[in-house]
């Protein structure tokens, strides 16, 4: 159900199926956005008002530095109260369902993925540019202390050296 994180990740790493929450995509997007929360509080067993903390997190990053379909402009990068989220992308024209910050933020640990030609530009705006993750989403989470590890190849990290 998952396609290639279950086949190249997931499966081989044995997680699971109770460990794995699908976003419901093929539902409107506000819906979609609710049962994962809700199937997020209720896995968690959350009080109100809390959030969960996953062991890890894996967010990519895009070639305008947006992670978790946070995207640069998006008025959500500051909800730190919040889970999740349907998000419009007038970039691509569609709705997604994202994880929101405070989620990303409490996460044990983070990994992110840049591979790529053209993720040089934002891999460096990321780590070179002034902290501001509303303009680079991709930021989120360097300034506030959580541990990350970061995959990058080389085509994608040209511009860090």
């Known amino acids: 159900p998952l396609g290639q994180a279950h ?15 699908r976003v419901e995509a093929e539902l409107p997007p506000g819906e979609a ?3 994962y929360e809700a199937e997020i509080r209720s896995f968690f067993r959350l009080a109100p008002g809390s959030l969960p903390q996953f062991d890890v997190i894996h ?3 895009g070639a305008d530095a947006h992670t978790a379909s946070l995207f640069p402009g998006e008025p959500l990068i500051d909800d730190r109260e919040g889970i999740a989220a349907a998000v419009w992308v ?5 709705w ?4 929101l910050p405070g989620v ?3 996460a044990r640990h983070t990994v992110v993925l840049a591979t ?3 993720k040089a530009e934002p891999l460096r705006n990321v780590f070179l540019a002034p902290y501001e993750p509303k303009q680079f989403p991709g930021q989120l989470g360097l300034r506030e202390g959580i541990e990350m590890t970061w995959f990058v190849d080389q085509a994608a990290a040209r511009w860090l050296e």
């Open 96 to 99: 997604r369902i994202t994880l």
């Open 33 to 35: 956005a609710r049962r």
């Open 59 to 61: 967010r990519g990053l």
């Open 104 to 106: 990303l933020l409490n």
């Open 7 to 21: 086949e190249l990740l997931l499966a081989p790493a044995q997680v699971p199926p109770r460990n794995v929450h």
């Open 116 to 118: 790529g030609a053209d």
């Open 90 to 94: 007038e970039k691509l024209f569609a």
